[in-house]
């Protein structure tokens, strides 16, 4: 395949937003907490705004209330698609590589790319959908997905993805919580080998009583057969391909919603993370530009799904800000075999890459043939995201991926940060295997002990916390902001906590450790314990459940399930297969249990607390020191637990 056009620029020229050397950061990160908002308001003018702001930042911790940019107008779409028509008009802007690798590329220039969000806005218009008015996504990575994104942005309508492995069940969850009015989806799935039935999952999930629904509107993408209901469904095609190409950009105010994005916590069900358009607009730009020191004309890719944040802030709205060229992965990395990301990083001459761990580990466990094949030459930065990288897969990733001539940008961030909050930037950083390093400027972490204390100096492992707000950090958690202060801003005063542990070496970079709360890390994918211990009691002979993680080679963390039954389990296996029919039912096939123990009790303190750390100690293989077990309510089971552990 010829190389698509992406030279609008000479690679040598530096973007607006991006620093170019470890001592320019050095002076930089002083200068963003010295003058936080003189920092960000000089970051926020290179920006289009329809009005500028009357204030850069009003904020407390509090309640909490963060606003930035306050009374500025703009459109984010504007900024992603309009702003660019002029100069690189005719420069790639998505990259799509279908599932089948025979398959031709399909391109959107930016030119393209404003057309198709214009006239697909002004389809949802049509449709009755206007300013903030809730869409759900429900698609598989084709570039219909980004497309729609942004034609929501574009009137102001606010996006909920829901990633399209989750189960019609959780699905129908998300909907109600944020009542949407519509759902954009697609007809079918097409990942790996499969032919994966997306909009009967839409079908399952409105008959559970998702009465705010209007319109459902189906994307074909393999064209399989599927049921419409008339006045409800409608084909994508039939209502986007006759409108107009020119859509104008709702003017939105800095601090209205953007998206919301569910994800889990350590308690309930999971919660709708709330963006605003103004400081993740400034965010996600200045992060993707710095971390993965891009150029004009260079190729990115970041392999996540689109259904989750790293996808919002990586494929499309930080690389389109910034006018890069994206690439949007409709496979696997497994398909047709662990060749595949190395494949279309020969062909479409990769220059960042960005990935998770888990691809990582599961890729280097089929052997360095699959890597040997393919000229990698093109690369320049990599990248890992979602969970703590190991050593081992650290130096894989470098050594046979990089060929140690590209820097590893660990990034550290979450769902609520919008956008990466420690990481490298590109080859300027000093890199440590499995650190993520140093804070991105206007970033200001620390570590505090369990009594809120701040430890100061270098050396130390702590809770951490962030004590000054960025511009994307979360908003609120949709129709309840009282438990987005509760989760991150009660434990300690003007701060706000994000649930993970870390340690801040002598030369002060950060290591990630790992949660400290009830939420595990499965392939990269977030699970709160609680959510998936309510999808097994969904079995009707289960009587109480516990669940934890346990180290996994290729996943990072496993799921370990404790199980209390009503009498005696007759065939285990049987049993087995319908709890993770359950789970898959309440959650999807991503919450599946690894190990499932049959006990007859689980160890409980005096006021009825489940030990998890025991049962944590239990599911790793390591039962030597189980710590005083003397004060439990229940010590018999432990030996019980212990005895038929499943390692
Ligand atoms: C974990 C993903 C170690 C962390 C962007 C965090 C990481 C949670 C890293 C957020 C990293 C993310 N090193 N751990 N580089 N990146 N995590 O919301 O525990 O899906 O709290 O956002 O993933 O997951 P989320």
Known sequence: MARPNTKAYQKTDRMTLQINSFDEYKEVYKRSVEDPEGFWAEQASSFTWKKKWDKVLDWNFKEPNVKWFVGGQMNITENCLDRHLEERGDQVAILFEPNDPDAPNKTYTYKELHAEVGKTANALKANGIGKGDRVCFYMPMVPELAIGVLACARIGAIHSVVFAGFSAQALADRIKDATCKAVICSDYNAR????????????DALAMGCDSIETVLVHQ???????M?????????????????????????????LFILYTSGSTGKPKGVVHTCGGYMVYTAYSFQNVF?????????CTADIGWITGHSYIVYGPLLSGATTVMFEGV??????GRFWQVCEKLKVNQFYTAPTAIRALMAQGDEYVEQYDLSSLSVLGSVGEPINEEAWEWYHEKIGKKNCPIVDTWWQTETGG??????????????????????????????????ELEGNGIEGLLCIKYPWPSILRTTYGDHERCRQTYFSAFPDKYFTGDGARRDKDGMYRIIGRVDDVINVSGHRMGTAEVENAINEHPMVVESAVVGYPHDIKGQGIYAYIITAGPVEDEEAFRKEVLAVVTKEIGPIAKPDKIQVVSGLPKTRSGKIMRRILRKVASGDTSNLGDTSTLLNPEVVDEIKNNALV
Request: proline fraction near 12%; glycine fraction near 12%; charge should be negative.
């Open 420 to 453: 990466i909050m420690i990481g490298g930037l590109g080859s300027h950083s000093p890199m440590k295997p499995a650190h993520a390093g140093y804070p991105l400027p206007g970033i200001q972490p620390c570590l505090l002990d369990a009594d809120g204390n």
């Open 333 to 338: 990395p497994t398909y047709p075999d662990a």
């Open 229 to 257: 209901e008339t006045g409800r469904d409608k084909w994508w095609h039939e209502e986007v391909d006759g409108q107009p190409t020119d859509c104008p950009a709702e003017p939105m105010d800095s601090e209205d919603m």
């Open 192 to 203: 790996g080998a499969k032919n994966i039935p997306v909009k009967k999952v839409v079908d």
């Open 221 to 227: 993408n393999t064209g399989g057969e599927v049921q």
């Open 293 to 301: 020191q891009y150029k004009p004309g260079d190729i990115y890719w």
